[in-house]
């Protein structure tokens, strides 16, 4: 599991150090904002829920997924009394965190799962170091710490991954059904109110529309490939 967090981590070093160099234009991230919206959508419909489904636990669900909003909207709240680059990354490195233990969450329920959740991630990493390294660097910080502190977020997800997978390693029915609600509704949180929030801060065109179906297409095809 450890080595497949590395790609995500490989991916926020290598965004954050290319927007280090050339601040990414409103069109890009949005382009980019949607395809990760398909995927982590992709991710959660074809994934977590069949898995939540599966146990057959209704108080689980409830409980998880109460759970879930609870923590998201607290990150929300953090989110809106965050001022400043340290304020950002602070909010930035939480949201990371909790993307890791979606992560382990999903080696949890199988490898297949948590692969896929992992390539969906990768997306979403992508784009919160591209957001943290453009911020950074509006802010006059210099090309070297950007890139460190890229870095320094990026690795609180494996981090995340290695604490989900100790707490949930060899859980089952109503425990494991838990924390599967809790992850199913934080990836839908992700999707509808950050990334396509942010990306409708700008028009929406055909382009950028069907990018997001593209992201969901490409999650569900290589599932398809790994059957």
Same mark, same amino acid.
């Given at each position: ?95 990371? #965190?909790?993307? +890791?233990?979606? !992560? @382990?969450?999903?080696?949890?329920? %199988?490898?297949?799962?948590?692969? =896929?959740? /992992? ?37 609180? #997800?494996?981090? +995340?991954?290695? !604490? @989900?997978?100790?707490?949930?390693? %060899?859980?089952?029915?109503?425990? =494991?059904? /838990? ?37 969901? #297409? ?10």
């Amino acid at each position: 599991m450890l080595a497949y967090t590395l790609i995500p981590v490989a991916a926020a070093t290598v965004g954050g150090g290319i927007a280090a160099w050339r601040t990414p234009g409103p069109k890009l991230k949005s382009v980019v904002q949607h395809f990760a919206a398909g995927v982590v959508f992709a991710a959660a419909a074809g994934e977590l829920l069949p898995d939540l489904v599966h146990e057959k636990s209704l108080p689980a669900t409830i409980i998880g997924g109460a759970f879930g909003v609870a923590v998201m909207l607290a990150v929300k709240q953090l989110v809106k009394k965050a001022s400043g680059s340290i304020s950002l990354i602070a909010t930035v490195g939480v949201d990371v #965190l909790i993307d +890791g233990l979606i !992560i @382990g969450i999903g080696f949890a329920a %199988g490898a297949k799962e948590g692969i =896929l959740l /992992t390539i969906a991630l990768t997306i979403e990493i992508l784009f919160l170091s591209l957001s943290v390294s453009t911020t950074l660097s509006q802010a006059n910080a210099s090309r070297t710490r950007v890139m460190i502190t890229t870095l320094g977020i990026a690795l609180l #997800l494996p981090l +995340g991954a290695v !604490i @989900g997978s100790a707490l949930l390693g %060899g859980l089952s029915g109503f425990s =494991l059904a /838990t924390f599967l609600a809790f992850g199913l509704v934080a990836l839908l949180y992700l999707v509808t109110e950050e990334l396509l929030v942010e990306a409708h801060e700008i028009p929406d065109t055909p382009l950028t529309v069907a990018i997001f179906f593209v992201g969901f #297409l490409v999650l569900i095809v290589i599932e398809e490939m790994l059957q």
